[in-house]
Structures are given as structure tokens and as C-alpha cells.
């Protein structure tokens, strides 16, 4: 079974800077389409953001120019920089390979105003 923790969470004000990372117990994500989704209080969890095998990137409209998706395949560990963060970022972020179905514990990310 895929195992994922997720790290780098916290409390930062409006404007600041977290880095999430993703941390896979072995290579899963060299050859496979990975994404970060968050989910707010009394919100559906939403995708953020995809990295494909292919090294191509795509962010939800709300993140794009402020979050970077990246991949180290040689520590089995996905990034997720999140820059200018707002209030509206304050959310439980998870990471995931799109084609499986489990869940992580999330970290969670609280951005201050």
C-alpha cells in the first residue's frame, strides 16, 4: 500500500511562504501523475495543483502565479511552494498520485490576515 506524509504546514500571516513536501515510502512518483488538493473548513476538497510524469504543471485558477508543484525523485518527495498566501489559502492540504483512491493526514495550513 502507497504510503504518503505530508509536512511543512503551519501558521504563517498573509503575504508569507510555506513549503509543503510530500514524502512517498518509495519511488512511486517518477512515473506517475501526482497532485496537491486542500480542503477548507466546510468546503469539498479541491485539486490545486498537478504534476504529470511528464514534468508538466497545472494550478487551479485561485493558486496560479503563487503555488509551484515539484518533483525530487531522488528523496520520493513532491513540493508544493506556496508563495503570497492569502486567508482564502487557510486549508488541510493532501497530496495524492491521481489514480489512487486513499488519503494522507493531510498538514494543515493556516495563513493569518
Known amino acids: 500500500q502507497v504510503q504518503l506524509v505530508e509536512s511543512g504546514g503551519g501558521l504563517v500571516q498573509a503575504g508569507g511562504s510555506l513549503r509543503l513536501s510530500c514524502a512517498a515510502s518509495?519511488?512511486?512518483?517518477?512515473?506517475?501523475?501526482v497532485g496537491w488538493y486542500r480542503q477548507a473548513p466546510g468546503k469539498q476538497r479541491e485539486l490545486v495543483a498537478v504534476?504529470?510524469?511528464?514534468?508538466?504543471?497545472t494550478y487551479t485558477s485561485s493558486v496560479k502565479g503563487r503555488f509551484a508543484i515539484s518533483r525530487d525523485n531522488a528523496k520520493n518527495t513532491v513540493y508544493l511552494q506556496m508563495n503570497s498566501l492569502k486567508p482564502d489559502d487557510t486549508a488541510v492540504y493532501y497530496c495524492?498520485?491521481?489514480?489512487?483512491?486513499?488519503w494522507g493526514q493531510g498538514t494543515q495550513v493556516t495563513v493569518s490576515s
Open positions: 495524492k498520485r491521481l489514480k489512487d483512491v486513499s
Open positions: 504534476l504529470t510524469s511528464g514534468g508538466s504543471t
Open positions: 518509495g519511488s512511486i512518483f517518477r512515473n506517475n501523475a
